[in-house]
């Protein structure tokens, strides 16, 4: 819970050298319960498998990729983290076209530029030295993660969508949690961020990337779950609805859909009810309010036919 | 322990998944932390690091539960159940011992009821009903290991999997008929407004509505997945104790979804294939529509450069270039779908189909002894899985007497569609060869050669079954540019995407 002490940087530099491993700073939870006791007191429920990944990825300071169908809580992961470490949140948002001036760093060639106008005594060596230092450097967000002294919690989210060979980038900061800046040197960790990556699974990423991870997969949630997190996360909402609301969506979700609803459909739905101040829900009710669980009409239909009682064709 | 991992890796590699060293060695790393005795803890975070696909994950479980399935405190019980195991091995008798494990279990306070060796039939039934009622997981487990004993009939050393001892479990369960004497017994609580209604299912009205009774069933439909699942567990513990993880684990490896041969798949591997192919071909659109734009550069484009340049004054600062536009082939697909093939037949049209917005146009058509073009049922469906279904059922495919003859097929489209060929054309032909001794009228792929721009055999056969009985597939592959052994998920996605 408590934040990273700055731990002595040569030390663990050396005692990288000899393991092989990153080393991790002071741990920030001790047991697995209280990561998940944790997360659950900033509105976050996980299940065995979330804190267990969440737990082991600050002991053995490595990254976690999150995969796992849209809407199941896998940003959101990431922030109740944060905020639960008391940690700053770096959020670097993936897209295609991504590139290295973006994610990383750039030199700022206005203020260079500048510089080099300000004063033109100056011999070329000593400028050279100068135009190239640390203040003319824009960090972006991984570097900022990197130089940070606070403690931090890395997002890079919706890595698939960068083409295979971004993925480069990032091998250096997941695996060394280190920046090499050709001018200026290698910038390590002053201390260890905990990083996630989420993927919607669009493509298949590379194995170097996947090695450098632990991987975990959120599913969508068993019922108990999604009652609970219904509970908490919809203020005002009965218990009864609650169990109605994750039990219709576990029926829909057995269906053959083109997209199953998510957590936050559901959440979204079960905030609905509540405003129309819907006690039980009825198959009429369910009927009119699918619109904001399902996304296309043809699974409407289907869901409505099924939650009215007729049987389907196969 | 690092044996037991070493051993458990090694499990991981055979069954298919790709294990690394690094990997290896995080999960060493990862015992280091994890407590040994939270069973859960160390599967979850085991997983975090050897596996790195949701699609591995069941293989992944099976591994787990064999080679882990004798240690916490929790699982004691199995332990007894594994001396128990043992020393019917020695006598040599199939006659089960229910549950010396599991009174011992219940002594400990787990679960109530049952768990008496003398339990009859009925006694065993009433117990299930209450597991099933009250979703105590205690009891569901205490169910699943009586059932077992009773029915599973297992004897010791016998190599086989555990599917015989399931399916004989179940079968003298009839989950099915109980499901529906819950549903049967909840509707007739509820409409006489009786204090007896199963707990936690909230406070029913007087009657069921459909929505009601459909939410009812499906929570004992999970409750009995719950106890199917638990009796699998069962199963697998007594043969582990019996035989040994690696001996167990070698008969108990299933294919990973992409690597099930479609053509022999059970239907629970039929449910997995279908999952796994509609990720699979998003990934696969996403992946040819991006290699289509991200092309090689173009030669220079001397026109349009010159006509940039009037805006820098005459000077081509910004070069413009002839980016290459791969054409979309035209895609004509002719399936087999009499019964052999029909699996492999539904899952090529429904991947070509869910891409087709890769293909210029795709055109389908089914046979078995007479042909019928059902690209209809695609076009207007926005969900491939309804016009496979529809093909099925609507696809007018029979001539004579429903036995495959590609011949007569080919024939008759030829005379029908041939013209429709054009040089911009793929053709696909997916079938096994089949031909029940009719004639090949090999010809027509010949004529479909010369007019197409390919003209490729997809055959869900291994390799080295083509040509023996009635396959006629060589007579046909001397005309086609390819014939390809298409057996798997992997296979299909391989050569569809070498296709667009």
Known sequence: MSGVVGPDRAARAAEEITTGFPVAGAPRFDSIGEVRTGLAGVDYLADEGISGVVFLADRLAKPVLVEGPAGTGKTELAKSVARLTGSRLIRLQCYEGLDESKALYEWNYKKQLLRIQADSGQSWQQLEEDIFSEEFLLTRPLLEAIKSTEPVVLLIDEVDRVELETEALLLEILSEYQVSIPELGTVRASQIPLVFLTSNNTRELSEALKRRCLYLHIDYPKLDRERAIIETRVPGIGQALADQVARI??????????????????LDWARTLVVLGVQSIDAEQAKDTLHILLKYQSDIDRAAKELAGVESPD | MLDLLTGFVAELRAAGIPVSLTEHLDAAETLRHVPMEDREAIKYTLGASLVKSSTHWRAYETAFEIYFSLRGPDYRIEEDGAEGEGHRGDDGEDVS???????????????SGGGQEGMTPEELAELLYKALLGANSAIV??????????????????????????????????????????????????????ADTPPGDGAPPATLTPLEERLLRDEYQSRIDQLRQEIENEIRRRLVADRGSEALAKSLRKPLPEDIDMMHATRDELVALRKSLQPLSRKLAVRLARKRRHGRKGALDFRSTVRHSLSTGGVPVDPKFRYPRPSKPEIVVIADISGSVASFARFTLHLVHAISSQFSKVRSFVFIDGIDEVSRFFDGADDPSEAVHRINTEADVIWVDGHSDYGHAFTVFWERWGEEITPRTSVLLLGDARNNYHASQAWVVKELRARARHVYWLNPEPRAYWNSGDSIVGEYAVHCD??????????LERFVGELA
């Open chain 2, 97 to 111: 011992i229910p549950g010396q494990g599991s009174r011992r279990g219940q002594g400990q306070g787990r679960g």
């Open chain 2, 141 to 194: 487990a205490a169910v699943a290991r009586q059932a077992v004993s009773r029915y599973a009939g297992m004897e010791a050393g016998r190599p086989v999997g555990g599917t015989y001892y399931l399916y004989r479990t179940l079968r003298n369960l009839d989950l099915d008929r109980v499901l529906e004497q819950l549903v049967d017994q909840a509707r007739a609580a509820t409409s006489s407004l009786n």
């Open chain 2, 482 to 491: 390819d014939v390809v052994e298409v057996r798997t998920l992997r296979q």
């Open chain 1, 249 to 266: 969506v576990r029926s829909i979700r057995t269906l053959d859909l083109k997209k199953s609803p998510s957590v936050s459909e559901t």
